[in-house]
């Protein structure tokens, strides 16, 4: 779709995946756009993208596919198998999405498992961030009289548009309550007897716990985790992993012995029903953030939604339920249930 040029000075305050896609998009349509950090961020070098998702996820991780494809961010295809019942609705809406489906005994795992051709993928985050041209500042979102501004070193700045997308970090950089926890999210490096963990993906609802190459190289080591949410702020250090021991137990169940080299997290983003959100929360300021955790299956496809609306200037009405409006009357007084990610 094209679109009349305005003039319009659009302030992103958050680098992530989120906030480096709506930078992007943006400066490709001539926005003038600037990208503040209020944080140094260290993205793991890889994640993964995944189709294998529910309901129109599917057809946001689709829109994030083409946005990796047509920003030429790296993008290395798996094959992936899952392990569990999977009800048979979710897979031919895998097929759908033009996904090669079999379902076969698989030696190396003992067990029968869901293949999947062209669903999965590690895309090089890492990428996506770090050649996005951003500035690191202190800074933060003050709401005034219902009218924004981004504060650095005490001095208000105007902008005809904000957008807020810092993810774990949002509800600490504006002065309005968001309908969002944090949590933190840890995976490890594995040392495996099985060299199909280097070059495979796997979803084990069996057992719980997924895998993930590091490098795709066949060597036998893989990151892997069980996606469990350990409620905390991204200000607090040294983040205790109680069960840690009891998934390496899981994953040796499944795969054989595995040697534990590392472990790793970040802190990510829930609502309270788990899905992601954007919306107006001022005249002049979008929220856009819980991605509880899957921010590079969908992250640039919610992206490229908001930037539609920012340039058509029309809601949009297809994928409107992922508005923020949904959550109204939620004050950040829930639980954080399961990723939507996990099936």
Partial sequence: MTYQHYDLKVIIVGGGIVGSSIYRLLKKNGIEVQLIDPKVKRPFPSLIHSLLLKGKDIELAKLSLNFYKKFNIPYYPFKSYTLGKINSSIIDSWISAGVNINVKYVNWINDQAIEAIGGDGLVSIGSLINSTE??????????????????????????????????????????VKLP????YCWASLFLSKKKEVGSNIIYDYVNNFYSRPVIGLGFPLAIMGDGKAIETTPLQQNICIEDKNEVSARISRRLGEVKELYTSGSFCEATPDMRPAYGKIAENVYFIGGFNGYGAEVGPGLAHVLVEEILSKKEATYFTEYRLERLNGYDGNFEIGQEPHEL
Wanted: proline share 0%; aromatic share 14%.
């Fill in 180 to 183: 969002v926890k944090t949590y």
């Fill in 134 to 175: 951003k500035i690191i500042y202190q800074s933060n979102i003050v709401i005034d009289k219902g009218k924004g501004f981004v504060k650095i070193n005490n001095k208000l700045y105007e902008s005809d548009l904000i957008i807020l997308s810092a993810g774990a970090w949002s509800k600490y950089l504006i002065n």
